[in-house]
């Protein structure tokens, strides 16, 4: 059932190195004990469990991910497609496939932080070729790996990444209002009703925006004139939301970043370097999630 020893985990997670720094992750949590739900040892209350469940924690996709999956046709439990939402399975003895490679629970959940660069999509696999993040992920070390939410191709800056599908599934939950802070370079300088137009919320073709803490970093920076950088703090998490905020008020963006993700910043991880979360980091995560430590 596990897909590897409880101890090869634990070095792989102590020996995790940014693949561009080279720096070994010794902050590193070795995800144990440290991790806000040790699912090791919960895995005795969990049997049997919904195979979407099985598939959100196994980290073949977000919950809702997994539930696609299952209705598409593309999970096998024993050999059989399961289409059936309700459907349970045991952990122990149920062979469960997608596509026909098999899944399997890891005891040690990871998750990481990219600082990602430009001209990545945040995607794990393209039809279109393009450079996608699972280039700049350890994938091989950690199966199951997959982007918390999204950064547009163009948007440089802190990408979530975990094996934890139910974690994930919590993070992006508008009932958290878990707070993204965005650095927008736009075009011209936002006035004072532009500003209050993006705190209190901007009319969308999906609808308002819900408000936002705004506020100008630089007014024509040396370096960039005609333009100002603006910080701004959300907690949606809408397609192309920034970019369609900051459009809407007449100010479009001329580059995004994004610095923070809930309590985590990036610190100074390079830009297409990776690190695993320390303990501090992912108790702070779990709490974020509305997870109990
Ligand atoms: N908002 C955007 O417009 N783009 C992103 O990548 C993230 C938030």
Redo the contacts with the bound molecule.
């Keep these: 059932m596990s897909s590897g020893s409880k101890t090869d985990k634990q070095k792989a997670a102590r020996n995790g190195a940014s693949r561009q720094g080279g720096a070994p992750a010794d902050a590193a949590s070795a995800q144990g004990g440290a991790y806000p739900r040790d699912f090791a040892s919960t895995q005795e209350r969990i049997v049997p469990m919904r195979l979407q469940k099985f598939l959100a924690r196994a980290g073949a996709a977000s919950r809702r991910g997994s539930e696609a999956l299952m209705t598409a046709g593309r999970v096998t439990v024993n050999g059989q497609v399961v289409t059936e939402l309700g459907s349970k399975v045991d952990p122990a003895v149920d062979v469960v496939a997608v596509d026909g490679a098999v899944v399997t629970l890891s005891d040690t959940p990871v998750t990481l932080m990219l600082n990602k660069p430009s001209g990545y999509v945040t995607t794990m696999s393209d039809p279109h070729a393009r450079h996608t993040v699972a280039e700049l992920v350890p994938c091989e070390r950690y199966p199951g790996l997959f982007p918390i939410g ?3 191709q ?2 440089t800056g802190l990408l979530l990444f975990s094996t934890d599908g139910d974690l994930a599934n919590r993070l992006l939950h508008p009932r958290h209002h878990v707070d ?1 802070t ?1 650095r927008a370079l736009v075009k011209g300088v936002p006035g004072t009703a532009a500003l209050c137009r993006l705190r209190d919320g901007v009319v969308l073709e999906d609808g308002a925006t819900a408000p936002a803490r705004v506020r100008m970093l630089a007014s024509e920076p040396q370096d960039a004139p005609g333009t100002a950088r603006v910080e701004l703090v ?1 907690h949606e ?9 900051c459009e809407a008020v007449g100010h479009p ?1 001329l580059r ?1 970043h ?1 610095a923070s993700f809930g309590p985590l910043e990036l610190g100074g991880l390079e830009l297409g370097s990776w690190r695993l979360l320390d303990s501090e980091e992912l108790a702070a995560l779990g709490k974020a999630a509305g997870l109990a430590c």
């Excluded at 998490?237 to 905020?245: A, D, L, P, S, T």
């Design positions: 999204r950064l547009d163009d948007t993204k965005y959300i998490g809408r397609k192309r939301q920034v970019r369609r905020m963006v995004l994004r």
